[in-house]
């Protein structure tokens, strides 16, 4: 452990002393001293930016020099020869490889805590110096909100009560399409038409395109997946089926929402919605209830959005009532936090919405309601996020060190770089190379699978497919650095939950850095010096 340590302390320093740490040090303080003139309609806003900028920021350039820093180490040491030194001494290669990693490690920990320490401070000057102190807790809170067990809208037009009936029955037709492809019980690339025209060819059609398949087993596979896709049971006939779609035309796609502007689930013709809960905790509770609602008004359903009406948030409980009133214009946003009139912990209540009197008619909510517990603190989200951008960069690390172990150091450089833009394009290649259209039957140009297809629309497949199998192979390894990025969270006051934090160290860094450092060690005891 001594010699680990000794390696480790060694690597830490020469680290700090090099132009790889300074440079990117001091260009991170300068782009974050900027973020607090960024342009903004509001305050808020920009202390939006603000996060989001400081985030993105922080994981690039602590990316960076875990990069630089960990292909060069090695390859720097084996250049000048001083790792023979090294090796002259009773030091292992694989106590060598760790102290290395470890130095890194330290590396970047030092950069994040630096530019985290520069980062909270820098947040907490201009948000005293712009904000409220409502606006400061709403925006740096990092609340997640309490889910609510029931919503009343009251009187529901027809048309959007019909519009929520067709939107989750396009739902599961989509989660049932999707099942039947993964289960293979719908050929690849097979569409709907394509299914519709093999269930209503002839037995000898069938054995002709499709030799060594029985024409009646086909045709009950065929039956149980447009049973299971429609929800109809309309037996073997094809001409029944095909009466089915002709009648439904726009059967699969996504309905169209009757109410421009208008968000699920959201039309209301009246003047109240309201919201259940559960009851919340005594620790949830003990600094009052906060929250935030984003509403609507319409003067009649469907039409221009009224200016403004006198409006008002009630909290009810078995214990009271108490109520905020307030002046709602437009599309609003309401702030709202009640410090009396609470429930007792673990009682049922409902906040309503109340819309009195003003040229408004109707009432719809937008997102509905975020109510919030007792806010955690701004230092403990943005720490979850250093962490988890300190998995991202220390994985990198490990690479680094993995490639230096057997690479020059240019090509180990671009190994890490190629990761790196692997990491965080994985989801957007997933996407590119997934279907286009999110249904799954309607993704492509009809194409009639037993009556052939020409060379280059082969040639495309076999691109698209092999590009998916390249994808989906990397994605084992190297996993999306965008599921643990920071700016999803804070920008939005979403609290981080620590559990996520905690899957970065372990999913995302710890067993793949146990496994690259014992094959870099391997490689290592087979170089010759």
């Not at 519709?196 to 060594?212: E, T, V």
């Not at 009052?288 to 909290?315: C, H, W």
């Not at 609290?495 to 970065?504: G, K, R, Y």
Request: proline content about 5%.
């Amino acid at each position: 452990m001594r010699q680990i340590a000794a390696i480790a302390l060694i690597t830490f320093r020469e680290s700090l002393r090099s132009r790889g740490l300074v440079v990117p040090l001091a260009f991170g303080v300068v782009v974050l001293a900027t973020t607090p003139f960024t342009p903004a309609f509001s305050p808020v806003d920009r202390i939006r930016v603000m996060l989001s900028v400081i985030t993105a920021s922080i994981t690039l350039l602590v990316g960076v020099v875990a990069i630089f820093t960990s292909t060069s180490t090695i390859a720097r040491e084996i250049t000048d020869n001083r790792v023979l030194t090294v090796f002259s001494r009773p030091v292992g290669r694989l106590k060598y490889v760790i102290g290395k990693a470890a130095g890194i490690y330290l590396v970047i920990a030092s950069l994040l805590l630096a530019l985290g320490a520069f980062s909270f401070v820098l947040v907490h000057v201009t948000s005293r110096a712009t904000l409220t102190a409502s606006e400061t807790s709403s925006v740096l809170a990092g609340n997640t909100p309490v889910s609510c067990d029931n919503v009343e809208y009251y009187q529901r037009t027809e048309r959007q009560i019909k519009y929520r009936s067709d939107l989750q029955e396009y739902e599961r037709i989509l989660t049932t399409a999707r099942k039947l492809y993964d289960a293979e019980m719908i050929p690849g690339e097979w569409r709907l038409q394509s299914i519709r025209d093999a269930f209503a060819m002839s037995d000898d059609q069938i054995r002709a395109a499709y030799p060594g398949i029985s024409p009646a087993k086909l045709k009950i596979v065929l039956e149980d997946v447009l049973t299971q896709l429609t929800g109809h049971r309309l037996g073997g006939s094809p001409s029944a089926w095909n009466d089915f779609f002709t009648k439904n035309p726009s059967w699969g796609h996504r309905p169209a929402d009757p109410d421009e502007n208008v968000d699920i689930p959201a039309a209301v013709e009246g003047r109240h919605l309201r919201w259940d809960f559960r009851g919340l905790s005594r620790e949830s509770l003990k600094t009052g209830l906060a929250g935030n609602l984003q509403f609507s008004l319409y003067p009649n359903i469907g039409t221009r959005k009224a200016d403004y009406a006198n409006m008002e948030i009630v909290l009810s409980s078995a214990k009271g009532s108490a109520s905020i009133a307030f002046t709602g214009r437009a599309d609003g946003i309401k702030e709202f936090r009640f410090t009396s009139g609470l429930p007792d912990p673990d009682m049922p209540f409902s906040l309503t919405l109340l819309v009195h009197e003003g040229p408004s008619s109707a009432i719809s909510g937008k997102a509905a309601l975020g109510v919030y517990p007792a806010p955690s603190l701004f230092v403990l989200n943005l720490a979850k996020s250093l962490l988890m951008s300190w998995c991202i960069a220390a994985f990198l690390a490990t690479v680094g060190i993995f490639g230096a172990c057997f690479l020059s150091f240019p090509v180990a450089l671009l190994l890490c770089l190629f990761v790196y833009f692997w990491g965080g394009t994985v989801g957007i290649m997933r996407d590119i190379i997934a279907p286009s259209s999110e249904n799954p039957l309607f993704n492509v140009e009809v194409v009639d699978s037993h009556r052939g297809r020409d060379m280059i629309t082969q040639v495309s497949d076999f691109i698209q497919h092999s590009a998916g199998w390249v994808n989906e192979a990397l994605s084992k390894g190297i996993e999306d650095f965008g599921t643990y990025d920071g700016g999803r969270y804070i920008p939005d006051s979403r609290d981080i939950p620590l559990s996520h934090a905690l899957a970065a160290f372990f999913s995302l860094f710890l067993w793949r850095a146990i496994i690259l450092l014992a094959l870099g060690w391997l490689f290592l005891r087979r170089r010759e010096f």
